[in-house]
């Protein structure tokens, strides 16, 4: 069977493709795999109940910089997340889903690139083995962030997110799809995402694994990290992301809400706790649970150590379900002539070349920036 596009019905496809942040292959090129269904249905796997529990971690970790080596650092914080998961595992309901924070072993560190990598876990790794082993006992997936490196990628510090199935196996690991820019005046962030080695990336993975979905027993789940950035959020939603999973070190709740709220479906977000004493302790904690309607299902508004839970009705929220009616014909024309400021790729230069510091890759997209070459 040939489908046959008019030609300003296939001008209108490539807006919106451009405007999801996805390339538009020539003719000559290899037609990419297919994102979003036409009929507003989406690929799932058969539910193994009706409603599923999700529990949030909110808890505290030791930055390996201050601890007395990277391994003791490692292992210390690593028993801790098991004992949290046991935690989870033995109070309330039994849960399906356990989610941690952005950086559970490693905490976040500063300095140079050559000083953040000593910083950094390999996905798989002993670590995930471990929490392989309590997501087993718990029969649970487990899901946490964490700067990671990996030998494909030599001296670029990423973001991953992790979940490890209820069999103790990794089941995906989701790349950060972008940073957000311009938060600071002197400095960016120097982890590498998938916008800024976007070919290498899709490349060597895939472009579907771009905005990836994990379809599992307990319903399509995804994770990010990314903040304040409704357009990577739209994109999993027509991906089918039916449970969007986030992880945090800082953020805005009326984000969260928001996301979910104007996404149609169920979200979570696991902030890190800090200690009382130090200057930014009124940003640490908040996580919290809330469905489709940005109604808060469960939440730990304190700087304290906890574990949330609720409730989901998967099957019933399934039901006849589609992926959000977004207006793309409408908005498409505009999106279409609007241009980014920092292109894609931008990181994709030479290991000797990577940005070491925060002001260093402030001066790499400045040099890149469209929007500073056209004044």
């Not at 696991?270 to 309607?293: E, Q, R």
């Amino acid at each position: 069977m040939t489908l046959t596009i008019p030609a300003r019905g296939a001008a209108l496809i490539s807006l919106v493709v451009l405007a999801l942040g996805f390339q538009v292959p020539s003719s000559k090129a290899e037609t990419p795999p297919r994102f979003v269904k036409a009929d507003g249905s989406y690929p799932t796997k058969p539910l193994e109940k009706d409603v599923v529990v999700l529990k949030v971690v909110q808890n505290g970790v030791r930055n390996l910089q201050d601890a007395p080596s990277i391994e003791e650092g490692l292992r210390d914080n690593l028993e801790r997340m098991v004992s949290w998961i046991d935690k989870a595992c033995d109070t309330g309901k039994k849960p399906d889903f356990i989610l941690f924070n952005e950086f559970p072993l490693t905490g976040y560190s500063s300095g140079p690139r050559e000083e953040k990598l000593k910083f950094t876990i390999e996905i798989p790794g002993p670590e995930t083995e471990r929490l392989g082993e309590a997501a087993k006992a718990c029969d649970s997936y487990i899901i946490f962030g964490s700067y990671a490196r990996d030998r494909e990628w030599p001296g670029h510090i990423l973001s991953i997110n992790t979940v490890i199935d209820r069999q103790g196996a990794v089941a995906q690991k989701f790349w950060k799809p972008r940073s957000v820019k311009r938060l600071n005046a002197d400095t960016e962030i120097p982890t590498t995402t998938v916008e800024n080695v976007y070919d290498r990336f899709v490349a060597r993975y895939g472009a579907e694994e771009v905005f990836p979905v994990l379809q599992t027993e307990y319903g399509n789940i995804a994770v990010s990290t990314v903040q304040l950035d409704p357009f990577v959020y739209a994109a999993f939603a027509m991906r089918g992301v039916e449970i969007m999973l986030r992880t945090s070190t800082l953020f805005s709740k009326s984000d969260v809400r928001a996301v979910a709220f104007f996404n149609n479906f169920y979200s979570a977000m696991s902030n890190i706790t800090f200690p009382p004493d130090v200057p930014y302790a009124n940003m640490g904690g908040g996580s919290l649970i809330v469905d489709p309607k940005s109604k808060v299902l469960a939440e730990d508004p304190s700087n304290n150590e906890s574990v949330i839970e609720a409730e989901i009705p998967i099957a019933e929220f399934r039901r006849n379900r589609r992926i959000p009616r977004y207006p793309l014909e409408l908005v498409a024309p505009v999106y279409g002539q609007y241009q980014q400021e920092i292109p894609m790729n931008h990181l994709d230069v030479p290991t000797e070349d990577l940005p070491r510091t925060g002001e260093e890759m402030k001066s790499l997209m400045d040099a890149a920036s469209r929007w500073l070459r056209s004044n």
